[in-house]
């Protein structure tokens, strides 16, 4: 029996990087899935991709920040699959972290805000009257090393993910007599597309990597497995935990 068999996922930000490594690690291991993200070309390729090796996947173009996208979502997930019974809330921007504080502007600010935490309540929101009908269910928020610790520069990311943390908790403490289960990931240095693509992207690894014990970045599926423990029933007893998966970052 796989790890996810009979289980229906929604997973935001698949089109590449860690959203697209859970999505054919939760194929692979029975889920049948919807995938979304704002780039069309992208997560169309990595659904085709899915299908082909086998699984069971559907894909939508879908922005995490729109109410309306999400009950769309919702919608789909019940035509096509019947039920809803995982959440990986893995969608996420970085804005410009090399932007000096007092030169960042509010509407940025905002923006990366709207992404990764707007964005993840209005997901829970969404998802939790599905999850009620069956009995329960498993979300997991995709939060980060920056939402546990401060760092330079980056304050709008980090006021997201630390927003993240403390979000899922709460979440979590709400939704545990509904057998609804809220965790978060905390990942640290991964060289995903958004890093590479950054303004500085070099100074900004060479500095994770400098202050990361094990001297490197996580590969995709490092994270991902951990993403999978928590999605599967193996994780039964965790509620409102943090999973800190950093190569030692946070133990300095």
């Known amino acids: 029996m796989k790890r996810l068999d009979n289980k229906v996922a929604i997973i935001t930000g698949a089109a590449g990087g860690m959203g697209e490594a859970e999505a054919r690690l939760f194929a692979k291991e029975g889920a049948k899935i919807l995938i979304t993200d704002v780039q069309e070309d992208k997560i169309s390729k990595v659904a085709a991709d899915i299908e082909r090796e086998g699984g069971i996947v559907k894909y939508i173009v879908h922005d995490v920040s729109s109410e309306e996208g999400w009950k769309h979502i919702a919608k789909r997930a019940i035509e096509e699959f019947g039920k809803i019974d995982i959440l990986v809330n893995n969608a996420g921007i970085l804005g410009n972290v090399m932007v000096p504080l007092e030169e960042r502007t509010s509407e940025e600010f905002k923006k990366v805000l709207d992404v990764n935490l707007l964005g993840q309540f209005l997901g829970v929101k969404t998802v939790v009257p599905w999850m009620r009908k069956i009995g329960g269910g498993s979300i997991i928020n995709i939060s ?5 610790t401060g760092s330079s520069n980056g304050t709008a990311y980090t006021a997201s993910k630390g927003g993240s943390r403390i979000y899922t908790k709460g979440a979590a403490v709400e939704l545990a007599k509904d057998n609804i289960r809220v965790n978060s990931v905390h990942p640290g240095y991964v060289a995903t597309p958004m890093t590479k693509n950054m303004e500085g992207a070099d100074d900004f690894e060479k500095g994770a990597l400098s202050i990361t014990p094990m001297g490197r970045g996580a590969e995709y599926n490092e994270i991902a497995y951990g993403v999978l423990y928590l999605a599967s029933d193996e994780s039964s007893f965790m509620t ?8 030692g970052l946070t133990a300095l």
């Open 144 to 148: 980060s090393v920056g939402g546990i």
């Open 240 to 247: 409102g935990s943090e999973l800190v998966i950093d190569g």
